[in-house]
Each structure stands twice: as structure tokens, then as C-alpha cells.
């Protein structure tokens, strides 16, 4: 409905609109148009009660054309054409012109179409129709449709005024239609079809209200079927799950932590069973605290020195053979290369043990032809031979 609008009110805005525009203002520019045209009778009415002139569109018809224009439709018709009929814009115009469509229609040597309704007769019309019909009547099927407009907001507010029940358009299909066509696509299909490939998913939606409902009345879908991992409704039959996020979770290995109990994703291979750092310094702490440790550190200090004696020098498991040489000439043989510098480092004119053995390595690599620029010498020092 038009928000109540004070006459003083509409005229002062659509004088600033007039201002700005610098002409007589539309229809369809001014925001309260609808509200203007209701109060003053007639937009026109409005225009001239504001000081403008009138927005004439007749003034640049050809009323010759026209006439022969309405006749031809006449003829083709079968009858005096109406405003609807010839084109509603274009009818008002030519009733501005004429002060009314009739009066246009006089002057063509046609018979006037329009039939002044009140309220009282067109309710009194819409119930004699629905008594003929045995039931109330559509818009369409009512032949003053259009006066109705002119009384009542809506066509539902003037059936309720004339005391008949709502107009209900009768379903193209049954109920038991749809449930059996979806129950054959879903034979077809061997599965439970989507929503993309039933073609009356829109009709089945608005009777059932969800597609899911329609699913249980069809007999495709049970209501408690719950997803395995959230427990909401699953909207699949024959799966359980209610999206791929959960059935991409269900497929994900997990355990629970020993400290806290939290679950945690983990590979099926992995030995962890702590979910974080922190948990697993508590867990190491409380298996030193029960002794789970004690036996294999018993072990370990037991054999600790014989380890590491057959670990050092000459009888490291690594350790290979070189012939180097000196600036003075002096040949080494020597075994484990690294511990050879650590002992005889002050040789090597106050290199580090990592400057010294870098040089021997990179040596090595150039005699192996996988250096750019080789080095054959490290502050007079060469390589003779090694072995692997």
C-alpha cells in the first residue's frame, strides 16, 4: 500500500525534481509517483496542481494512422478492440486525447467496449460466476479482472470480500504420481535420483515442502538414517554419511592419545601415540618415572665402553684408507682420515680439523672429474690414492 503522504509534501518534492531536471518530470523518475497519482486522482492531476504541464504523448500521434490502426484490429478481431487488446500505453494516451477510450472509439464509428463497475457489482458478478462454477473462480476466468484491480489490492482480498474461499489451482499431477515416478527413475537409475534429474523436482519440493520428505513418502529414504561421524540426518540412501567431508573423515585413520585422550589423525604406519609435543613429554616422563627404561639403559652402560672403542679412530665402521703427502715429501698411510688431522692437526699450519679434511675431500673430487675448478692441493699437502 502508498505510505500516507501529506499533498503539501509530494508537491514540494517534485518541484525540487522539476528544478533539478529542468523540465516537467516522468512518471517513473519521481519516488512517490504511485502515492502522488493515488492522492491527486491522476499523475496529470498532480503535474498541473504542482505548476507543470502535462505530459501530452498524443501531441505527437497520428491520429489518421491510428484510427486505421484500431479497425484493422477490429476487423481481425471480431469486435471492438479493448485498451488491453490494442496496447494499454498507447489506448491512454489516445484516452487523454479523447477524454476517454470510448470516446476514441465513437469517432472511429465503433461501439464503446467500457462498462463502468462499482465494488457492489463486481462482487455481486464474481458470486454468480462461482455459483455457475460450483467453485470460486480465477482471475483469469473472471471477466472484469481488470476493474478489480481499481477497489481491491489483491484478487485474494476480493474473493474474501465476497465471501468465497480461496482460489485453488487445480494440481496437473497427483501425490501418488510424482511417489510413483520418482520410485521409476530411481528402478532406472538404480540408485536415489538428485534433485537435478527428476523433472518435477519443483512441483514434488512445494507439495512435500523438502526434497528429503518426498524421499520418505516415496519410500527411498528412512527417516533416522544418521551420519556415522555427526549424527545429522543423511540425505543419501544407502550411505552413511551426510556429506563428503564426513565420509573423507570416516576414511581417515585415528587414535586417541595416552595422556590427554584426545583423537588425532595419524598414518595407519606411524608408532605415535601422543597428539603433541606436550603430551609426549608428559608420557616420557611418566615411563622414566615407572622404570620402563631402566633395563635398556642397564644395557647400555654395560656395553657403552666397549662401543665406543671398537667406534674410534682406525676401528670406526666408516673409516677408509688414503695415502697422503706432505709439502716435504713425507707419504702417510693412514686409515680414517678425520681422526688422522684431529691428531696431527698442528701439520696443517693452524688450519681447523674441518678447513683441512673440506680440502682433502674436494681434492678427491676433482681427481673424480666432478669439480669445475679443480684443486689438486691444500697448502702443499696432495692425495696420492684412497680406497672405499
Given at each position: 500500500?502508498?505510505?500516507?503522504?501529506?499533498?503539501?509534501?509530494?508537491?514540494?518534492?517534485?518541484?525540487?525534481?522539476?528544478?533539478?531536471?529542468?523540465?516537467?518530470?516522468?512518471?517513473?523518475?519521481?519516488?512517490?509517483?504511485?502515492?502522488?497519482?493515488?492522492?491527486?486522482?491522476?499523475?496529470?492531476?498532480?503535474?498541473?496542481?504542482?505548476?507543470?504541464?502535462?505530459?501530452?504523448?498524443?501531441?505527437?500521434?497520428?491520429?489518421?494512422?491510428?484510427?486505421?490502426?484500431?479497425?484493422?484490429?477490429?476487423?481481425?478481431?471480431?469486435?471492438?478492440?479493448?485498451?488491453?487488446?490494442?496496447?494499454?500505453?498507447?489506448?491512454?494516451?489516445?484516452?487523454?486525447?479523447?477524454?476517454?477510450?470510448?470516446?476514441?472509439?465513437?469517432?472511429?464509428?465503433?461501439?464503446?467496449?467500457?462498462?463502468?463497475?462499482?465494488?457492489?457489482?463486481?462482487?455481486?458478478?464474481?458470486?454468480?460466476?462461482?455459483?455457475?462454477?460450483?467453485?470460486?473462480?480465477?482471475?483469469?476466468?473472471?471477466?472484469?479482472?481488470?476493474?478489480?484491480?481499481?477497489?481491491?489490492?489483491?484478487w485474494d482480498s476480493f474473493v474474501e470480500e465476497a465471501g468465497l474461499e480461496k482460489y485453488q489451482k487445480k494440481c496437473a499431477i497427483s501425490e501418488d504420481d510424482l511417489i510413483r515416478e520418482i520410485r521409476q527413475l530411481a528402478n532406472k537409475l538404480q540408485r536415489v535420483p538428485k534433485?537435478?534429474?527428476?523433472?518435477?523436482?519443483?512441483?514434488?519440493?512445494?507439495?512435500?515442502?523438502?526434497?528429503?520428505?518426498?524421499?520418505?513418502?516415496?519410500?527411498?529414504?528412512?527417516?533416522?538414517?544418521?551420519?556415522?561421524?555427526?549424527?545429522?540426518?543423511?540425505?543419501?540412501?544407502?550411505?552413511?554419511?551426510?556429506?563428503?567431508?564426513?565420509?573423507?573423515?570416516?576414511?581417515?585413520?585415528?587414535?586417541?592419545?595416552?595422556?590427554?585422550?584426545?583423537?588425532?589423525?595419524?598414518?595407519?604406519?606411524?608408532?605415535?601415540?601422543?597428539?603433541?609435543?606436550?603430551?609426549?613429554?608428559?608420557?616420557?616422563?611418566?615411563?622414566?618415572?615407572?622404570?620402563?627404561?631402566?633395563?635398556?639403559?642397564?644395557?647400555?652402560?654395560?656395553?657403552?665402553?666397549?662401543?665406543?672403542?671398537?667406534?674410534?679412530?682406525?676401528?670406526?665402521?666408516?673409516?677408509?684408507?688414503?695415502?697422503?703427502?706432505?709439502?716435504?715429501?713425507?707419504?702417510?698411510?693412514?686409515?680414517?682420515?678425520?681422526?688422522?688431522?684431529?691428531?696431527?692437526?698442528?701439520?696443517?699450519?693452524?688450519?681447523?680439523?674441518?678447513?683441512?679434511?673440506?680440502?682433502?675431500?674436494?681434492?678427491?673430487?676433482?681427481?673424480?672429474?666432478?669439480?669445475?675448478?679443480?684443486?689438486?692441493?691444500?697448502?702443499?699437502?696432495?692425495?696420492?690414492?684412497?680406497?672405499?
Amino acid at each position: 500500500m502508498s505510505e500516507k503522504y501529506s499533498e503539501e509534501f509530494l508537491i514540494a518534492e517534485v518541484k525540487k525534481l522539476g528544478e533539478m531536471l529542468k523540465r516537467t518530470p516522468k512518471f517513473k523518475e519521481f519516488q512517490y509517483a504511485r502515492t502522488a497519482a493515488t492522492t491527486f486522482k491522476s499523475w496529470n492531476n498532480f503535474l498541473k496542481m504542482a505548476g507543470f504541464e502535462e505530459i501530452r504523448k498524443w501531441e505527437k500521434m497520428d491520429f489518421e494512422e491510428t484510427r486505421i490502426e484500431v479497425l484493422n484490429l477490429a476487423e481481425k478481431l471480431g469486435h471492438t478492440p479493448t485498451q488491453h487488446e490494442f496496447g494499454y500505453s498507447k489506448a491512454q494516451a489516445i484516452a487523454n486525447k479523447y477524454g476517454g477510450w470510448n470516446n476514441f472509439l465513437v469517432s472511429c464509428g465503433l461501439k464503446p467496449t467500457l462498462i463502468s463497475h462499482t465494488k457492489e457489482s463486481l462482487l455481486r458478478d464474481v458470486r454468480l460466476q462461482a455459483k455457475g462454477l460450483a467453485r470460486t473462480p480465477s482471475i483469469s476466468e473472471f471477466p472484469y479482472g481488470g476493474s478489480v484491480r481499481n477497489y481491491f489490492d489483491s484478487w485474494d482480498s476480493f474473493v474474501e470480500e465476497a465471501g468465497l474461499e480461496k482460489y485453488q489451482k487445480k494440481c496437473a499431477i497427483s501425490e501418488d504420481d510424482l511417489i510413483r515416478e520418482i520410485r521409476q527413475l530411481a528402478n532406472k537409475l538404480q540408485r536415489v535420483p538428485k534433485t537435478s534429474e527428476f523433472k518435477r523436482y519443483g512441483v514434488a519440493k512445494k507439495r512435500f515442502n523438502t526434497w528429503q520428505n518426498f524421499l520418505i513418502a516415496a519410500g527411498l529414504e528412512t527417516p533416522d538414517n544418521k551420519c556415522l561421524i555427526c549424527g545429522k540426518p543423511v540425505k543419501r540412501n544407502g550411505s552413511d554419511y551426510c556429506s563428503r567431508k564426513c565420509y573423507a573423515k570416516s576414511k581417515q585413520n585415528t587414535r586417541n592419545c595416552v595422556v590427554c585422550g584426545k583423537e588425532f589423525d595419524v598414518p595407519p604406519s606411524s608408532q605415535k601415540i601422543c597428539c603433541s609435543k606436550e603430551c609426549s613429554t608428559v608420557n616420557r616422563k611418566k615411563l622414566h618415572a615407572e622404570g620402563t627404561y631402566d633395563k635398556a639403559n642397564e644395557k647400555w652402560f654395560a656395553k657403552k665402553e666397549e662401543y665406543y672403542s671398537d667406534h674410534k679412530g682406525e676401528n670406526h665402521p666408516n673409516a677408509k684408507s688414503w695415502i697422503i703427502k706432505s709439502p716435504r715429501g713425507k707419504v702417510y698411510e693412514i686409515t680414517n682420515l678425520k681422526n688422522f688431522i684431529t691428531l696431527n692437526l698442528y701439520l696443517f699450519e693452524g688450519s681447523t680439523v674441518r678447513q683441512v679434511l673440506d680440502g682433502f675431500i674436494k681434492i678427491k673430487a676433482s681427481e673424480l672429474g666432478k669439480r669445475k675448478r679443480p684443486v689438486h692441493s691444500y697448502k702443499g699437502w696432495t692425495l696420492i690414492s684412497w680406497s672405499d
